[in-house]
């Protein structure tokens, strides 16, 4: 039986593949993939952003090869950054809930 992180590493690379698959290069997303995955998938990181063109700068931020597409491994920066603040975020609770006490 797979572990947490096991079926969490799978269900990353089932929900990168199923958008990547919608068009042209399944094994990549063009930026109307991603613009769908972000908006289907990362809806509330997307309703905080203030900036219009967010998709477009991740896009360009993520695209490392200029191919004007992401692969897997350019997609899992963004999922690691969007980790990493989310897991300070976390932190910052934590701090917070123990200074309640």
């Known amino acids: 039986m797979p572990s947490e992180l096991e079926k ?3 269900s990353l690379i089932m929900v ?4 990547a698959a919608r068009e042209g290069n399944t094994n990549t997303l063009s930026r109307r993939e ?4 972000m908006e ?3 809806s509330n990181f997307l309703k905080s952003q203030k ?3 967010t998709v477009d700068k991740i896009m360009k931020d993520l695209d ?5 597409e992401v692969s897997f491994e350019e ?3 963004l999922v690691v950054g969007l980790s990493i603040a989310c897991e300070q975020c ?3 609770h934590l701090k917070k809930m123990a200074a309640r006490k």
């Not at 990168?16 to 958008?19: C, I, K, N, Q, W």
């Open 8 to 10: 969490a590493m799978e």
């Open 16 to 19: 990168f593949h199923r958008y």
């Open 34 to 37: 991603l613009r769908e995955l």
């Open 40 to 42: 289907n998938e990362l």
């Open 51 to 53: 900036d219009p063109f």
């Open 64 to 68: 490392t090869n200029r191919d004007g």
């Open 75 to 77: 997609f899992v920066s």
């Open 90 to 92: 976390y932190q910052l």
